[in-house]
């Protein structure tokens, strides 16, 4: 065991008004606050049973547990109200979420703690993935708490997340004689696993020993066993990535005395929850039932929309009207057979060549932030936050080429992709990339929620190899070295070892492991197409990413809530500036 360090944070949010009042989310961060003390950890412990728990508050808890020194293992623990957005964007609500709108961002937390001294982070949370569609969340702004912190640390951080991955509109706790004594089901059965109670998870190597992979096992077996006897579906979402023999939870600390676990009450009174209250959005499988999100996927995948153009890139609207596309100097925009088809070439060519940023001002007033691809038409649908599907078509392609891309956008407007999912669903989404890079950006999200940056880069390795631009979003979760050179942001993809595949469905495609050379190639875009993706941006160079360029900050509070990046006209105008973008002397019908 290192020397290092050792931390928990327990955080436990019982009253996040108007939602309904969980005292289980108090008694589960104590609980676990007593085991991570007990086994040796540095644990602090913020409940709202005296005091709300803000964003400053546990802003300062964190900065306070960080300046200790450097950390060998962060355990943050969460218990409360919370939703799944997009592609896992994870958000836990605080006690003043309905106030200020905001919430922690959960993985752009995570992605700042990189920055910090920590070897291992490990992620517990017992709280809601969604919540009810009366109640609005679309405007809620995430927030990763930590700022830039000390810097970029060198060598890799691991990823161990365990969620109870529930929907609907509270999390499910188990009442007892005494609120005291309520217990989150996820909670409580964790807690049975960590305190070495359940013989079902120890490790089968490490007879004596919980670590990371047995650990998620006993959860994925005993949780669903447990719910069952309330009625009650709860699959946990984990993913353990720990390694022998830095990967033990209970059996290499101190020796402790686990306290005492009430059995499990008798179900007779306790009600199953209505299946209709929520869309379980993570095992929405591409290409089976409908669902909720279903709307707009038909709604995609019937666009009427051109099979190609001259210039071999472009977009086509629908859904709003197209004042005008505001372009780079030497790329001129035409409209072309109807008045939301629009064709992009450079002045002096016919093809266009290169990646290239687009704005296209919509009649709304808002601006859709894009980037025209090259041998690629976009396909877009704007409602009235901006635009809730992209779509992009190589030309010339049948029509089912982007079946996948627009079941995924069902998936993602039914309600989000889970983590859970991740490794299988990013396999689902990859096959076939090159055919629509928006598949990439949708798989490096879900790589990037289980912290597994070498399978994002193995991306934008296969990409550049292709002679195809990597998608802004890849770069930017791959974590890329940039540079701008003649208005194009190229960025060097490093090499990436060969590793064992994690599921059945990666060990029949072995560009999902393999090793990967070191390459060069351009990046397709000068910002996320995401609108997620924002939350991620950093300081431009030298004290941040290379690839956020200089004025790219200013504009992300113009980001509306539209899932693909769509600016307030305000916000469109400042970018244009910042990037030298402008209405070109288009020339239409042609």
Request: charged letters at 25%; hydrophobic letters at 40%; one cysteine or more.
């Amino acid at each position: 065991m290192s020397d290092k360090r050792r931390a928990a944070l327990a955080i436990g949010v019982s009253d996040a008004t108007p939602l309904p009042y969980l005292a289980g989310a108090i008694n589960g961060a104590r609980a676990f606050h007593a085991w991570s003390q007990a086994l040796g950890y540095e644990s602090h412990l913020v409940t709202d049973d005296v005091e709300p728990v803000t964003a400053t508050r546990l802003r300062s808890e964190l900065e306070a547990l960080l300046a200790g020194g450097p950390l060998h293992r962060l355990i943050l623990y969460f218990a409360g109200h919370g939703l799944i957005r997009e592609a896992e964007e994870g958000l836990w609500l605080l006690s003043d979420w309905n106030k200020d709108l905001r919430a922690v961002a959960v993985e752009v937390l995570r992605r700042r703690l990189y920055r910090y001294e920590v070897d291992q982070i490990a992620i517990f949370a017992d709280a809601c993935r969604s919540l009810a569609t009366d109640i609005e969340t679309a405007d809620l702004t995430p927030d990763g708490l930590l700022g830039k912190g000390p810097g970029a640390r060198s060598g890799t951080v691991v990823i161990d997340k365990y969620i109870a991955a529930q929907d609907g509109t509270k999390t499910y706790v188990i009442p007892s004689g005494d609120p005291e004594d309520d217990r989150g089901l996820f909670s409580g059965v964790l807690l049975e696993g960590l305190w070495g109670t359940k013989p079902t998870a120890f490790s089968s190597l490490k007879p004596d020993k919980v670590t990371s992979e047995s650990l998620a096992s006993y959860l994925e077996t005993a949780v669903p066993e447990i719910a069952q006897r309330y009625r009650i579906t709860l699959m946990p979402s984990v993913s353990a990535t720990f390694r022998h023999p830095d990967d033990v939870y209970f059996g290499d600390g101190p020796a402790v005395t686990p306290p005492a676990f009430p059995p499990w009450p008798a179900p007779t009174e306790l009600l199953a929850p209505k299946p209709d209250r929520a869309v379980r959005a993570g095992r929405i499988r591409l290409g089976t039932q409908r669902h909720p999100g279903q709307e707009l996927e038909d709604r995609v995948r019937n666009q009427e929309r051109p099979h190609a153009f001259e210039t071999r890139a472009g977009f086509a609207v629908e859904g709003d009207g197209v004042v005008a596309l505001w372009t780079a100097a030497g790329v001129v925009a035409e409209s072309h057979l109807q008045p939301n088809w629009w064709r992009v070439r450079p002045a002096n060519q016919v093809v266009l060549q290169h990646p290239t940023p687009v704005l296209i001002e919509l009649a709304s007033g808002r601006f859709a932030a894009v980037a025209a691809l090259p041998d690629f038409i976009g396909s877009i649908v704007a409602t009235e936050d901006g635009v809730a599907a992209l779509v992009y078509r190589e030309v010339y392609s049948p029509p089912d080429a982007a079946r996948s891309t627009e079941e995924a956008i069902g998936v993602l407007e039914a309600g989000g992709m889970h983590a859970d999912d991740a490794t299988d669903l990013a396999v689902d989404l990859r096959q076939e990339k090159h055919v629509d890079p928006v598949r990439g950006v949708l798989s490096a999200y879900l790589y990037d929620s289980v912290g597994d940056v070498d399978s994002i880069r193995r991306m934008a390795h296969y990409y550049a190899r292709h002679h195809q631009a990597i998608p802004y979003d890849v770069a930017l979760l791959a974590d890329l070295e940039g540079t701008l050179r003649d208005g194009i942001l190229w960025a060097t993809v490093p090499a990436v070892s060969e590793r064992d595949p994690r599921t059945e469905k990666e060990r029949g495609a072995r560009w999902t492991y393999a090793a990967t050379t070191e390459v060069r190639g351009p990046v397709g875009g000068l910002w996320p197409w995401l609108r997620q993706g924002w939350a991620f941006l950093d300081d431009p160079a030298p004290d941040g990413s290379t690839l956020v360029l200089p004025g790219l900050l200013e504009v992300t509070d113009e980001v509306t809530k539209a899932r693909f990046t769509t600016l307030h006209h305000s916000g469109g105008l400042r970018l244009a500036e910042a990037f030298g973008l402008s209405v070109p002397n288009a020339i239409g019908g042609g």
